[in-house]
């Protein structure tokens, strides 16, 4: 099945799948229905992408361990390390702008951090940030 084409797709599918928020939250930084999402969760395989998303690290650890292991033993190296930097490089950069879910997840980081230094002016912050979220999704979708 093909994914849906509404601008705010890809970045709620991240914030699932990476970000492991639940439709509801992300419902309330996006401003796309729960409904909407729940739908998209069910019809996309969310749940399984989260899944191999958490299980992928290890997977990755488990290559370059093995990799590893053949070139300790007198292997040659199967893995062109500097070609899985090149490709995870352009991954990061690939439109040269943070996508919306870095951002929030980025801004949730430091609402936890500054919760910790000044309860208070924490919840003051976080409506800013969750203003700025709104904006941002506003904008991604107009693009």
């Known amino acids: 099945m093909t994914a ?3 601008k ?3 970045d709620a599918e991240t914030l699932f799948v990476e970000q492991g928020m639940t ?3 992300i419902a309330e930084h996006l401003s796309i229905t729960e409904a909407t ?3 998209w969760r069910r019809q996309m395989n969310w749940d399984e992408l989260r899944a191999a998303a ?3 690290p290890e997977a990755i650890r488990k290559i370059l361990t ?3 292991q ?3 033993s007198g292997g040659s190296p199967n893995v062109d390390a500097d070609a899985l930097s090149k490709v995870a490089k352009a991954l990061n950069y690939f439109d040269g702008r943070v996508a919306l ?3 929030v997840s980025v801004l949730k980081e430091f609402d936890t951090w500054m919760a910790g230094i000044d309860p208070a002016k924490a919840v003051e912050i976080a409506e800013m940030h969750r203003l700025f979220v709104n904006h941002r999704a506003e904008l991604e979708s107009n693009r």
Do not use: D, T
Request: charged share 15%; glycine share 0%.
């Open 8 to 10: 705010l797709y890809k």
């Open 101 to 103: 879910s870095v951002v």
């Open 37 to 39: 999402l729940s739908k």
């Open 4 to 6: 849906p084409k509404h």
């Open 70 to 72: 053949h070139i300790a």
């Open 66 to 68: 093995a990799e590893l």
């Open 23 to 25: 439709c509801s939250a």
């Open 54 to 56: 958490l299980s992928a």
